[in-house]
């Protein structure tokens, strides 16, 4: 039965809940905001810099100082090869330990989140090293392998709490019926768990496309992403902020959109088994 | 007819392979900073003389120093060209990190590079980067605000107790302005490279001649005691978060009265385009305290080629090109003389052209030539550098001092905990780099 709410408490709800989504929202309003001012504006008091005046000039500046289009690229090249590249390894990993677990397959789950819980930075020079003997520093390939194997824990571990909400039984009537194990997971189980699937890929392309340990440390000119296209506008000496702030709209706008269109799969999946 | 035919062929062929082949493609890594921009706008112009390309790599200072770090630790070859600081030239420099840049000829004019700033990126008298702009630091404050509050702006060194007085003086907070505005962000960079100037004008030292730490003398005590109460009773609200740039925003935007910072961002303080200020700004030295010695700081960007590329020639090349007279001069002529490269070259001050264009040249150069970073305190001390100290433990020790130094300006923790503290990490980080037992 429904809980009775007066009107009331609903409208303060809303207004929290409003207030809280425009106070999370507010940093990224205030960078389109000074994304649109001159250099000279964007530093001044907020007052001034809102009844200042609108110039693209920082996009201008921006567009002819850098190569956006190819830092777009390997943005694109980068966390979409790194998720569907996990995806191929997660997806059978995931079936095996929601479907036929062993003794140990919880002990394998918690290593593999485990991994995650080493800084980036304690492994740099290794993979470093490995990189430079393999000839992969600055290499799209190189990132797609490392964003890959850093994503994969999470994409198992999400997938398997997907794959474990579907009963057991409609793949085994699949087997009676005569599918192979890959007719099996390619025609039964993965239909039914593309809620979860579109999600995983989802959060996954943000994480890698946001992801800025490794994609500055391991790139130089060739295969660098948008985040190293925002980190060329920063500086600790000389005023950037408007290009700094319009650089980076530019980097999050293509993930933005994405993200806009695809909430609905997202929050779906998201929520996906939490109501049995 | 056909032979000659068939053999001049022959010759341009090769001609055109051996000049594709000596055409490279160089990877130079850089900082963000207007005179960087600069250099990469004019850069097709070497591209066009050479036929050498350029590949940009440009990250902020501290992600550019760990990203080359590892490539040059680990002989990775990202990189053809990098840019380093003065910290890192003869650190760099000594672990034989860097190729040497004795060899540019005679055109190249070496002498006419700053002895402070050739001097500051040497190891045993051989160059291991070449200077693109060197800065020190002054006092930048308000003419009009000065000239209000009857203030005849100081003609000679003054202390920093009439500092003080001067500041009082001028701060207004019930018209947005106040008394002083300087560095209270946390790091090595940041506000440490105002406070340590500071230390030795009331003169502390890192260390003394065995190595052993001296972050808790009462000299020390002085000066942050100064500080904290100076920054708590005249300046912006918030002023441990403000490093250089978030200073600079308030000084171009009239609200502060004094600053003392780099000599390098009078060009952008002077430019009516960046600064509301830019025709009632003055400037004169740096204060001093007990001793003038050490009271403005030495800093430089420069060029150097790391000992892991594999076209050393060609980014030497470059080099010579980006830090020559005749690329000041071309600076000079296409971006306005008030852009070109400052604190390199006796030539740049020597051009009636800069002179008339940048009125701040003559008092930038006399702060650089005064910062001598091989004698920067009171009393004697084992190393080299003004406001750091050029060994390879100084990074992790100045950013902790720097956070323990903002914590007592944000009010966190006291003066003497915060020195306290300080003393005892040096002094472990010290034992355990094994300069003292």
């Known amino acids: 039965m429904a809980r009775a709410v007066s009107t009331s408490r609903k409208t303060f709800n809303t207004a929290i809940a409003g207030l809280l989504g425009f106070v999370m929202f507010f940093p990224v309003l205030w960078i389109v905001i000074l994304s649109f001012k001159s250099e000279f504006d964007a530093i001044r008091s907020p007052l ?47 079936w095996s330990m929601a479907f036929v677990p062993a003794k140990r397959t919880r002990g394998v789950l918690m290593w593999m989140l485990s991994t995650k819980m080493l800084p980036p930075v304690g492994v740099l020079v290794p993979i470093y090293l490995i990189f430079r003997d393999l000839g992969i520093l600055d290499t799209n390939l190189g990132l797609v392998i490392v964003l890959m194997l850093m994503n994969l824990p999470i994409i198992i571990w999400m997938l398997y709490t997907y794959f474990r909400e579907i009963p057991g039984e409609i793949l085994e009537a699949a087997r009676m019926d005569g599918a192979s194990l890959r007719d099996e997971v390619l025609y039964v189980l993965t239909p039914m768990a593309v809620p979860g699937i579109a999600s995983t890929v989802l959060l996954n392309i943000i994480l890698a496309w946001n992801e800025a340990f490794w994609t500055l440390n391991l790139t130089a000119a060739r295969a660098a992403p948008l985040t190293a296209f925002i980190a060329s506008y920063s500086s600790p000496e000389g005023l950037f902020y408007a290009k700094l702030s319009a650089a980076s709209v530019m980097a999050i706008a293509p993930i933005l959109i994405m993200g806009w269109f695809s909430q609905k799969q997202l929050v779906r999946g998201l929520t996906f088994g939490a109501v049995k | 007819m056909r032979l000659k035919t068939t053999l001049l062929a022959a010759s341009a062929l090769a001609l055109v392979a051996a000049a594709g082949a000596s055409a490279e493609e160089l990877t130079i890594a850089t900082v963000n900073n207007s005179d960087m921009i600069i250099m990469q706008e004019l850069s097709d112009r070497f591209t066009a003389e050479t036929g050498h390309t350029l590949n940009w790599v440009v990250l902020e200072e501290n992600v550019l120093r760990q990203r080359v770090t590892t490539d040059i630790a680990t002989n990775g070859g990202s990189f053809d060209i990098v840019t380093i600081g003065a910290y890192e030239a003869p650190i760099w420099g000594a672990q034989g990190w860097l190729n040497s840049l004795d060899d540019f000829g005679d055109d190249y004019d070496y002498e006419d590079i700053l002895e ?57 907070p019930d018209n947005d302005v106040f008394g002083t505005c300087q560095r209270g962000k946390a790091g090595w960079g940041e506000n440490m490279a105002f406070v340590g100037p500071m230390v030795n004008a009331f003169g502390g030292q890192w260390f003394d001649m065995d190595w052993n730490p001296t972050i808790d003398s009462p000299e020390w005590h002085a000066a942050i005691t100064y500080y904290v109460d100076l920054m708590n009773a005249y300046g912006p609200p918030g002023a441990s978060s403000n490093g250089h740039n978030e200073n600079r925003a308030l000084f171009a935007d009239g609200r502060c009265a004094t600053w003392i910072d780099a000599t390098s961002a009078a060009g952008y303080i002077y430019n009516p385009d960046e600064s509301s200020v830019a025709d009632v700004t003055g400037f004169f030295q740096a204060p001093r305290q007990v001793t003038d010695k050490g009271t403005g700081w030495f800093w430089a960007w420069a060029l150097a080629v790391p000992s892991s590329s594999q076209k050393v020639d060609a980014a030497k090349e470059f080099l010579a090109w980006a830090t020559s007279k005749d690329y000041v001069e071309l600076v000079g002529e296409t971006k306005g003389w008030v852009a070109a490269p400052p604190g390199t070259r006796a030539s740049t001050y020597a051009n009636p052209a800069y002179e008339e264009a940048a009125p701040f040249a003559g008092t930038v150069l006399n702060s650089i030539l005064a910062a001598n970073p091989a004698d920067p305190t009171l009393n004697p001390v084992p190393y080299t550098g003004v406001q750091f100290v050029a060994i390879p433990e100084f990074q ?8 323990q130094i903002a914590a007592a300006l944000a009010g966190q923790t006291t003066v003497d905990e915060a020195l306290a503290a300080s003393q005892q990490m040096a002094v472990r980080e010290m034992t355990r780099a094994g300069y003292i037992d």
């Not at chain 2, 006092?139 to 920093?160: H, M, N, S, V």
């Not at chain 2, 992790?396 to 956070?403: A, L, Y």
């Open chain 1, 48 to 94: 001034a810099i809102l009844t200042s005046g609108w110039t693209l000039e920082s996009y201008g500046a921006v567009q002819a100082r850098s190569d956006y289009f190819k830092h777009f690229t390997n943005s694109v090249v980068i966390s979409v090869g790194s998720t569907f590249l996990g995806l191929l390894i997660a997806v059978p990993a995931a």
């Open chain 2, 116 to 172: 402070p700033v050739r001097n500051g990126l040497s190891v045993d008298g051989s160059l291991y980067a070449v200077p693109f702009y060197a800065e020190s630091s002054f006092t930048f404050y308000r003419t009009d605000l000065f000239e209000a509050a009857g203030i005849e702006a100081p003609t000679e060194q003054i202390t920093y107790d009439e500092f003080a007085e001067i500041v009082a003086a001028v701060h207004d």
């Open chain 2, 396 to 403: 992790g020790i100045g950013n902790f001092v720097g956070q």
